[in-house]
T-cell receptor, first 116, second 114 residues
Framework: DTGVSQNPRHKITKRGQNVTFRCDPI?????LYWYRQTLGQGPEFLTYFQNEAQLEKSRLLSDRFSAERPKGSFSTLEIQRTEQGDSAMYLC??????????????FGDGTRLSIL | AQTVTQSQPEMSVQEAETVTLSCTYD???????LFWYKQPPSRQMILVIR??????QNATENRFSVNFQKAAKSFSLKISDSQLGDTAMYFC???????????FGSGTKLNVKP
């Protein structure tokens, strides 16, 4: 179990640029989640994949945000035309099981995005 | 709407003493799971303890235990014999059976003092 891996750890970019983050879940986990966490707050749900299918998206995920999970393995989260308000920690988590599973999520270290 | 509320932004405890972190939640579902996660400074979030709503017995994991009051929608975390390594942000989370989203509270920052 190598854990959930996120890259990069930090990203600094100018407003208006596009950024892409990558998440590699624990290999046997079929579920993958993206969250956004701002300072002093808990994680806010952005989107969720079961295998390669994106099953749910938060209203927080504007049309500038897109997430993919090709082949049900790693996932990418892209933010286009970044804005100051996008500055946050972006967390990825993965878990195993069906709807009635009590399996917890395993989190990565996160990618901290800073918009100049 | 599902909400998770942690009313204590920050708490302190002396090493070796006991501390209780509060969490209340709101859901219309009868079946759900509750979790406490720990996020040490600059480190990843890890699971501390979990509770299935259908179980009346409170979950226990070594020095960590919960007081689950379903009718009151309360889910507090008790840390016994606090250690310096317990210093972290603690998040309470809710997941309903039929849904896959986790709802997190705003967290409680716990400082364990030597």
């Amino acid at each position: 179990d190598t854990g959930v891996s996120q890259n990069p750890r930090h990203k600094i970019t100018k407003r208006g640029q596009n950024v892409t983050f990558r998440c590699d879940p624990i290999s046997e986990h079929n579920r993958l989640y993206w969250y956004r966490q701002t300072l002093g707050q808990g994680p806010e749900f952005l989107t969720y994949f079961q295998n390669e299918a994106q099953l749910e998206k938060s209203r927080l995920l504007s049309d500038r945000f897109s997430a993919e999970r090709p082949k049900g393995s790693f996932s990418t989260l892209e933010i286009q035309r970044t804005e100051q308000g996008d500055s946050a920690m972006y967390l990825c988590a993965s878990s195993l099981g069906g709807s009635y599973s009590n399996q917890p999520q395993h989190f990565g270290d996160g990618t901290r995005l800073s918009i100049l | 709407a599902q909400t998770v509320t942690q009313s204590q932004p920050e708490m302190s405890v002396q090493e070796a003493e006991t501390v209780t972190l509060s969490c209340t939640y709101d859901t219309s579902e009868n079946n759900y799971y509750l979790f406490w996660y720990k996020q040490p400074p600059s480190r990843q979030m890890i699971l501390v303890i979990r509770q299935e709503a259908y179980k009346q017995q409170n979950a226990t994991e070594n020095r960590f235990s919960v007081n689950f009051q379903k009718a009151a929608k309360s889910f507090s975390l008790k840390i016994s014999d606090s250690q310096l390594g317990d210093t972290a942000m603690y998040f309470c989370a809710l997941r309903e059976y039929n849904f896959n989203k986790f709802y997190f509270g705003s967290g409680t920052k716990l400082n364990v003092k030597p």
